[in-house]
């Protein structure tokens, strides 16, 4: 499995949350990689991204000034910080070895990883 997603749990609201993804097989830096999540009965949306070389950031309106992606490069990892956790980011979450902005928003077309359930919860 070229991605492995750690870090989930039960969080209280206004909680936090780290999530990592390492990844084999490839090396991170070369690629547009991401976070996209999947709530119950909702469709998989991407939730962050990070290009390959600037590094720039493409972050979802819902989470903005919340979340953080960032990249380990020496280690191969994928991070996502999640802060002010709100219930409506109860969901599995999905690191992704693609992510693609067409008409302003993120899509996959590369490996998933196996998904980590976030359930925010008083």
């Known amino acids: 499995v070229p991605l492995q997603a750690s870090g989930g749990g039960v969080v209280q609201p206004g909680g936090f949350l780290r999530f990592s993804c390492v990844a084999s097989?490839?090396?991170?830096?070369?690629?547009?990689i991401g976070w996209f999540r999947q709530a119950p009965g909702k469709q998989r949306e991407g939730v962050a991204c990070?290009?390959?070389?600037?590094?720039?950031?493409y972050y979802a309106d819902s989470v903005k000034g919340r979340f953080t992606i960032s990249r380990d490069s020496p280690n191969n990892t994928l991070y996502l910080q999640m802060n002010s956790l709100k219930p409506e980011d109860t969901a599995v979450y999905y690191c992704?070895?693609?992510?693609?902005?067409?008409?302003?928003?993120?899509?996959?077309?590369?490996?998933w990883g196996q998904g980590t359930k976030v359930t925010v919860s008083s």
């Open positions: 097989g490839f090396t991170l830096d070369h690629y547009a």
């Open positions: 990070i290009s390959y070389g600037d590094g720039s950031t």
């Open positions: 992704s070895s693609d992510c693609t902005i067409v008409a302003g928003r993120p899509y996959s077309f590369g490996s």
